[in-house]
């Protein structure tokens, strides 16, 4: 079946730093790929997505690529923010009953 | 747009007794909804899948019977736990699927936080 496996947290960065929380995925076919964040006792937010191969998703300054070649859908932010603090989770959507596979999430901690 | 709201947002009850959680898409039509739980610090784990006017699909080892799924409009799914105990404490969260463009995505409730004591 389908999978998302993503790097375990916690990370913790200073303000300013580079980020990224690498996610990779197994599917068959040609999933849709998303970044969701959650902050602390919120639901989740969609925070960027990419529905084919090479697209880029971007939003509030982070951005991941779809990369087919290598199943992956690494999130990057140049500039990380005491605010961007959460817990970001990686997903794929494979099937016409947009049924979301999440991975395990990955918690940010950003220092100032 | 695309807004889902979750009632009551947190809730305590005792023991034995049972709770309803609602899950409403505020300005769009969801004929499917999902209810997901979420353990502290750990993802998210589909319960089942709610369609509106027709019996919820659960996930394998989700007792049917203890969570109550009712869809009978299509922008309102409600999650009942009956006999609640204190191992159903858990954040409960809700999605309904709506079209953004020309694609289905799942917009997300805020969650509603069960304390069972």
């Known amino acids: 079946g389908d999978s998302v496996t993503q790097m375990e947290g916690p990370v913790t960065l200073s303000e300013e730093a580079f980020l990224t929380i690498n996610c990779t995925y197994t599917?068959?076919?040609?999933?849709?790929l998303f970044w969701y964040v959650q902050y602390p006792g919120e639901g989740l937010q969609l925070l960027l997505k990419?529905?084919?191969?090479?697209d880029k998703g971007s939003n509030k300054g982070f951005e991941a690529t779809y990369r087919k070649e290598t199943t992956s859908f690494h999130l990057e932010k140049g500039s990380v923010q005491v605010s961007d603090s959460a817990v970001y989770f990686c997903a794929l959507n494979n099937n016409a009953g947009n049924m979301l596979t999440f991975g395990g999430g990955t918690r940010l901690m950003v220092k100032p | 747009g695309a807004v889902v709201s979750q009632h009551p947002s947190w809730v305590i009850c005792k023991s034995g007794t049972s709770v309803k959680i609602e899950c409403r898409s505020l300005d769009f039509q969801a004929t499917t909804m999902f209810w997901y739980r979420q353990f502290p610090k750990q993802s998210l784990m589909l319960m089942a899948t709610s369609n509106e006017g027709s019996k919820a699909t659960y996930e394998q080892g989700v007792e049917k019977d203890k969570f109550l799924i009712n869809h009978a409009s299509l922008t309102l799914s409600t999650l009942t736990v009956t006999s609640a105990h204190p191992e159903d404490s858990s954040f409960y969260i809700c999605?309904?699927?709506?079209?953004?463009?020309?694609?289905?995505?799942?917009?997300f409730g805020p969650g509603t936080r069960l304390t069972v004591t």
């Open positions: 999605s309904a699927r709506g079209l953004a463009g020309v694609l289905w995505e799942q917009y």
């Open positions: 599917a068959t076919g040609y999933p849709s």
């Open positions: 990419a529905t084919k191969a090479d």
